[in-house]
Each structure stands twice: as structure tokens, then as C-alpha cells.
């Protein structure tokens, strides 16, 4: 055999070799196995979990499932397992791994899971979230609190709650240091007697005076030109105003005793909204893990939950007491404002 044909067969050799080796392969994805929770437990303990009924679970699914279908590509999530995720994480405020282990879902996914779902809800906040928007409708709500007390002419009751937040880092963290010495945003809400929010602000840092968030609200000017009818109740924390009645902080007569007395339990109304709201979802109750600006979306959304869980008569879930400190320094009230509901008192009580 020739020097040549020996180096033919060694070529042949060697190229049976590379080809023989067992070629790596690619790891194929494995996804959890994932069951509808709708399915896996039973009416009482769905709705402790995910605090909806069952049947109320489902209208939010019809709701808002349409913009949550994915292209179906990869590990795809249905627009039901979104929804309930999301409901569980706010409700229950559970770490999100955990929620993640129960749903099949990784850990990663979770936040946008939420997020997407928050999106989705808060599209719809003109429909769901909203101030009286003709006579027939203010009138409806001024007789609504006339039933609590014979208060007259409230056409909402207004105040602020403060949510805890991660630490904000940088030169603008002592902003959300609050007077409570925690993380927060402040949080301003106007409600309604059946404590539907009608008005929500979730975007001050924790250490803002309820009143500056008032005054440099788009509320404020709609009351000030005259968009409606009727007038809010506010604690001693605002200025008194012909459109925001707050109680009278050293009263001289019976008229401001009662007063004082049907102001309290009219204006008791947006206290019970805070409750009930935080007992439904209660990372509002505890705080958040997540950035800022997920925090002030999800804040919208479960706000307008709230309001659909009143429309579906979801039953309430045990409302822990929590005792909202009052502002430091009560602003006396003086001028016009002042005017007003003195003629008020002396007319109506």
C-alpha cells in the first residue's frame, strides 16, 4: 500500500470519528404543570385566596380577558391564570415566588403578569372611577348620605391614607418619609355612601399635607367652576371652603355640636372605604415590593376592584380597625368658607 492510499484511509477514519460523536443537543423547555384554581378549591377557600367569589372571579376574567391573550408562543399563560395570579398576589400579598410556585408560573413572570393585568384595568377608570356626572346622578348621591344622618347636600366624603413603599434611593428619598417615619405615598380618595371611590390620587410622596394635595388637584378646580352640585366632607386637615365643609374645632353652640356630631358619622364613610378596600387586597394594608411606578399603577387598579366588588355585591372581608392619625396642625377655619357653614349650621341644625 502506497504512501498515499494509507493517508486516503486515515482521512476516512478520522471523518467516521467526528461523525460518530454523539452531537449535543438542545435542553428541551419543560413548563410547570399549571390547574385552574377555579377547579382546585372549593367556594370558601377561593374566595379567601383570591378574594372574589367564584362567579365574580369569572366576570372579571370576561371583563378584562379579552386584552390579555397572548400569540400562543412558548409556555403561554391564559387569560384566566393572569387574572387570578394577580388576584393573588394582591390579595393575600404573598412573595411572589411563592405565588409563582402555586401557578406554574416562574418568578420572573410574576411582576409582569401583574403589571399587564394592572394595565388592562386601569384602561377602563373613566368607566369605573368617576364624579357625578349629571344632576340626576349628584342628586342620587346627595340623598344617598342624606339616609346616614340627614346630612345635606354631601355629594362625597374625602381624605387621604398613606400605603408603604420599598425606600426610594437618591436625593428624593426624605420626600416619602412620612410623619410616621415609614415610606409612603399619600394617597387621596373621594367616595361615595355605598364607599364606591369616585376620585383617586395615588401619586404624592408620603410627607405631603393632605390639603396641598387637594389644592393642586383637577378636583379642586372642578368645585371651584362650578361642575357640581353639592359639597365634600373633610377632616379638620383641609380648609374649610363653601364646596368642603370641615367640623368646627371648638364648637359654642348645640347647632355646632350637632353639627360636629352628623359631620363625624357622614364623613365616617370614606374611613370605611379605606377599611374595607385594605381588607380586600392586603398589600394596601402592609406595603409593596415593587418600583414606584408599578406601585402607583397597582394602587388605580385595585382601587377600581373596590369598585367593581361593589357592583358585583361581593361580600366584604373583615375589616381590621386602623386608626388614621390626624393632621398635626388643624387649619382654622376663616373668610368666605367659614361664612358659608356657619349659615349652614344655623339653617340646617
Known amino acids: 500500500m502506497s504512501i498515499r492510499d494509507i493517508e486516503s484511509v486515515e482521512e476516512v477514519v478520522f471523518m467516521d470519528e467526528i461523525f460518530d460523536c454523539e452531537q449535543p443537543r438542545r435542553k428541551k423547555k419543560s413548563y410547570r404543570a399549571r390547574v385552574s384554581p377555579l377547579e382546585m378549591y372549593s367556594d370558601a377557600e377561593f374566595r379567601r385566596k383570591y378574594r372574589f367569589s367564584k362567579e365574580g372571579a369569572i366576570k372579571l376574567i370576561d371583563l378584562f380577558g379579552a386584552q390579555l391573550k397572548s400569540d400562543g408562543r412558548g409556555g403561554k399563560l391564559s387569560p ?3 387574572i387570578l ?33 394592572a394595565l388592562s384595568i386601569v384602561e377602563t377608570r373613566q368607566m369605573y372611577i368617576r364624579m357625578p356626572a349629571n344632576l340626576d346622578e349628584k342628586v342620587q348621591k346627595i340623598n344617598m ?24 434611593p437618591g436625593n428624593e428619598g426624605h420626600y416619602y418619609i412620612n410623619r410616621k417615619n415609614f415610606p409612603s405615598l399619600n394617597v387621596q ?16 410622596y408620603g410627607s405631603a399635607h393632605d390639603s396641598r394635595i387637594f389644592n393642586e388637584s383637577a378636583l379642586k378646580l372642578k368645585f371651584e367652576g362650578g361642575q357640581f352640585h353639592g359639597r365634600l366632607l373633610g377632616d379638620s386637615g383641609y380648609a374649610c371652603t363653601p364646596y368642603l365643609f370641615t367640623p368646627v374645632l371648638r364648637p359654642r353652640s348645640r347647632k355646632e355640636v ?30 409593596f ?56 349650621i344655623e339653617e340646617n341644625f
Open 80 to 82: 384566566e391564570l393572569q
Open 85 to 117: 395570579t394577580a388576584l393573588r398576589c394582591w390579595g393575600r400579598n404573598e412573595v411572589q415566588d411563592d405565588s409563582a410556585d402555586l401557578h406554574g408560573i416562574s418568578q420572573q413572570s410574576i411582576t409582569n403578569v401583574c403589571r399587564r393585568v
Open 145 to 168: 348620605f342624606s339616609n346616614i344622618c340627614g346630612f345635606k347636600s354631601v355629594v362625597g366624603c374625602i381624605d387621604c391614607t398613606h400605603i408603604r413603599i420599598p425606600h426610594v
Open 189 to 204: 380618595v373621594v367616595c361615595d355612601a355605598s364607599l364606591k371611590i369616585m376620585d383617586i390620587v395615588a401619586r404624592w
Open 258 to 287: 350637632r353639627y360636629n356630631a352628623m359631620h363625624v358619622r357622614t364623613r365616617n364613610s370614606v374611613e370605611r372605604c379605606f377599611g374595607v378596600l385594605k381588607s380586600r387586597f392586603r398589600c394596601l394594608q402592609t406595603g
Open 289 to 344: 415590593r415593587n418600583s414606584l411606578e408599578n406601585i402607583k399603577l397597582y394602587i388605580v387598579a385595585l382601587a377600581i376592584l373596590h369598585n367593581i366588588a361593589i357592583i358585583f355585591n361581593e361580600e366584604e372581608f373583615p375589616v381590621e380597625e386602623v386608626v388614621e392619625e390626624q393632621e398635626l396642625q388643624p387649619i382654622q377655619a376663616v373668610g368666605r368658607g367659614a361664612a358659608v357653614r356657619a349659615a349652614f
